[in-house]
């Protein structure tokens, strides 16, 4: 039996009429708390007020306000008859505590059917509950969408909750921000091993074993009420696809009456998933003393119907426990339910809360789907979710928890089964029930598929084929996102032994049993579930590196598309040693052109070749040439190193000094002038336009550049080289140039060296100015 509700009284009462509406205005009491009682210790007592709406005279509307209340967090309206309907709106709007500020007029669900529980006196017609957070006033109005002979049910009456405080709710706040920052880690040690589900669910072995609890965890789904007194199902049979529900003719099951659940524990057997952390009745806070009967039981659970619950995502996960308690107070006091309705909440940080007491590894009988509360479960997700989708933590872990259920009776998340109708009612998919008949649905459904409701609501409704997949397995999506080693190229990684591989899926990580990495179809390493990388150490050669994925149902999951990976442990060479020769290019004494040279391989892939000093350049493996500078005087050495895909390396240097050889220290013949400018090297250069007139250098040198002044009227010079005439050089240029190198030689060796000018006379333009010459030793 039922315990007795405590009722509060109004101290004041008056009407008004406010926008064509009569206004119910008053001042509701408070009761305190029980006192000397340990707070850390003990459950929360939740306050419920019941304070009776104003009907107008023609029946039509109601409305209650209430500028002032004690604090509440949870409100919902209820009626006297549990099949009766509101055809219209019924809409609140609160009063913040934390602002003051009123909220918009806020809509109730009323596609609920307050005969959901069965067996019960005094059961109540109801809306959903809706959580509002801690407030201090409150508006009611309620319209019945029809003429004055469709009316308003009789005994309408708002009921607000203050859902009281418990010593465990900073504990299992903390819990939820654990699970919000890392939901996807397992939070068993030891599971039963997973085996296959695929086959239809099978009557449970009478001497299976009652599981044990386990830590709480986060998640999120909102879930409205429903459900009737419904005969013993009939068999279920394997199926796959999207939510369906077909008649099945089928002998006429036994009335409700003759129907009731059992009182009698059935036996827990174990499941073949593992079984997710789940917060206690305890842990939540729940007062068991708001209802002392013993908890009835049906045989089996058969299928999941999900369900969304509180009409608000507008809430923080630290609030889960006092909207639970929230729910189990108006479920009790207000709806006249036995207990909780939903057998499990989950919340959108992916906390699983126990819903109905009677334990979590047995079959309770809740009250959450008219007509279908025999051989089922009822897992609601605190929330809205008509246009928005239920986070990842909340729909994983309503899969987690809809395969652990189903598993415990051989069920498949991904099948279907049949249910035969407690009641008869019509269905919003234009599909009715009859009382005794046999149903099929997805072993996942949405409530909307066995009551005339929107619930869970549309967002949430198409996430359960998602769902499904998540729970039944195998993994999906599974893919190499990296694969780490020295460098790569295109779709190859090159290393010299080591592999870092990580991989990415579709399945969350609680429900993956584990990972594995092959190399070359055998299995290197393995991990768990959130662990989406590992390491291997590879052979010389070119090796095929997969991920393999073990779901928690056993399915194993195809092999990921293969990487290849070459190992190789052989450095580059340097096939033309690095060298230096002078170029083309304007000289000073603080820098002097040069080319630097080389040319690396590898035996499987050059990646790159890098100068390291004197400056730090990168060059790329087809690169086999660079312009540098030197200063003049000085001994400068190149250092480079080339580098192979798999971060083998090979060194080599050059080094080398240029020289710069003024006029002064030159042979000359003929007539030449010597001419001053700051333009000039050493400030000083020699002009001649007499034809045949020389000058030439003699040095101990690899490399050497001829260096002159070039304007519009310069002429041509001939060039010797140890004697031979090797070119004929003009010194024309559109534009005034100083310290021009405009010629080049090198040998492959340093040796002496004479390199001579000789002036040709070129008609209309025969003088040239020569600057001096450079040599690199």
């Known amino acids: 039996m039922r315990s007795k509700r405590r009722i509060w009284t109004t101290a004041a009462v008056a009407t008004a009429a406010v926008a064509g509406l009569l206004v119910f205005q008053g001042v509701t009491g408070n009761d305190g708390a029980d006192g000397g009682v340990d707070a850390k210790s003990a459950p929360a007592k939740a306050d419920v ?31 006297t008859d549990p099949a009766a309907k509101v055809s219209g709106t019924v809409e609140a709007r609160t009063r913040s505590v934390a602002t003051g500020e009123w909220t918009g007029w806020l809509p109730l669900a009323t596609d609920v059917d307050g005969r959901t529980e069965t067996g019960q006196s005094g059961v109540r017609g109801t809306t959903e509950p809706r959580w509002v957070g801690a407030s201090d006033g409150v508006e009611v109005r309620v319209t019945s969408g029809g003429t004055s002979s469709a009316g308003l049910p009789a005994g309408l009456r708002l009921d607000t909750v203050d859902p009281g405080t418990s010593g465990s709710d900073a504990e299992t706040a903390a819990y939820a921000q654990d699970m919000t920052e890392g939901f996807a880690e397992d939070g068993e040690s030891e599971q039963p091993t997973p085996t296959d589900t695929t086959s239809a669910p099978e009557t449970p072995d009478p001497t299976g074993t009652a599981g044990t609890d386990d830590p709480p965890e986060t998640g999120e789904l909102p879930g409205t009420p429903t459900g009737e007194p419904e005969p013993t199902a009939t068999t279920t049979a394997p199926a796959t696809g999207e939510p369906s529900v077909s008649a099945t003719p089928t002998t006429p099951a036994p009335s409700p009456t003759t129907a009731s659940p059992s009182p009698t524990p059935a036996p827990a057997p174990v499941s073949t998933m593992p079984k997710p952390p789940i917060v206690s009745r305890a842990g939540w806070g729940a007062d068991e003393s708001l209802n002392d009967e013993a908890p009835e039981y049906t045989t089996s659970v058969k299928a999941v119907f999900v369900h969304h619950t509180a009409q608000t995502n507008d809430y923080s996960c630290k609030d889960s426990p006092a909207i639970m308690r929230s729910l189990h107070a108006f479920h009790v006091r207000s709806n006249g339910w036995k207990d909780l309705g939903y057998n499990f909440i989950v919340d959108k940080c992916g906390t699983i809360f126990e819903g109905r007491k009677g334990g979590v590894d047995r079959p309770v009988f809740g009250a959450h789907t008219y007509g279908f509360n025999r051989e089922t479960a009822g897992i609601a997700v605190i929330g809205m979710y008509s246009d928005t989708k239920a986070s990842t933590p909340a729909t994983t872990a309503v899969a987690r928890l809809a395969a652990w259920k189903l598993g415990q009776y051989k069920g498949d998340p991904a099948g279907k089964t049949t249910l035969v109708a407690g009641a008869t009612q019509p269905n919003g998919t234009g599909i009715s029930f009859t009382e005794g008949k046999s149903y099929t649905f997805n072993q996942i459904s949405g409530h909307r598929d066995g009551f005339n409701t929107e619930c869970p609501g549309t967002a949430l409704y198409g996430q359960l084929g998602a769902i499904r997949s998540a729970a039944a397995g195998p993994v999906t999506g599974l893919a190499i996102s990296s694969v780490t080693g020295s460098s790569a190229s295109g779709s190859t990684t090159y290393t010299q032994s080591g592999v870092k591989v990580a991989w990415t899926s579709a399945t969350p990580a609680a429900l993956v049993s584990k990972y594995e990495l092959l190399v070359d179809g055998k299995v290197v390493a393995t991990t768990n579930g959130s662990t989406t990388s590992a390491s291997a150490t590879l052979a010389v050669g070119t090796h095929k590196v997969q991920v393999r994925a073990t779901h928690m149902s056993g399915k194993v ?48 892939a050059l990646r790159e070749v890098r100068l390291t ?43 080398g000094t240029p020289v710069i050889l003024q006029e002064t220290s030159a042979t000359r013949t003929g007539t030449w002038a010597a001419k001053s400018s700051t ?94 010459l450079v040599y690199l030793k």
């Open 49 to 79: 007020h019941e304070n009776e709406l104003k009907v107008s005279a023609d029946g039509t509307t109601a409305a209650f306000e209430q500028k002032d209340t004690k604090p509440f967090s949870l409100l919902g309206v209820t009626w």
């Open 557 to 604: 999951a195809p092999l990921s598309a293969a990487a290849t990976v070459v190992a190789e442990k052989t450095a580059p060479t340097f096939t033309t040693k690095p060298s230096l020769a002078l170029s083309a290019g304007t000289v000073n004494t603080t820098a002097v052109p040069l080319t630097l040279k080389w040319k690396a391989a590898d035996a499987i």
């Open 613 to 655: 000093a004197p400056v730090a350049k990168t060059y790329s493996a087809t690169t086999t040439s660079a312009a540098q500078t030197a200063k003049p005087g000085v001994a400068t050495t190149w250092k480079m190193s080339a580098y192979d895909r798999a971060g083998n390396t090979a060194a080599a240097s050059v080094a």
């Open 679 to 772: 333009s000039y090297l050493g400030g000083k250069s020699y002009s001649s336009s007499g034809k045949n007139a020389s000058i030439s250098w003699t040095f101990t040198g690899r490399s050497a550049a001829l260096v002159v002044s070039r304007a519009s009227t310069s002429g041509q010079v001939y060039v010797y080289v140890d004697g031979k005439k090797t070119a004929t050089v003009d010194l024309k240029s559109t534009t005034t140039k100083y310290r021009d190198a405009i010629w080049t030689t090198t040998w492959s060796a340093a040796a002496k060296h004479t390199v001579k000018l000789v002036v040709v006379g070129t008609t209309g333009r025969p003088a040239i100015t020569t600057d001096g």
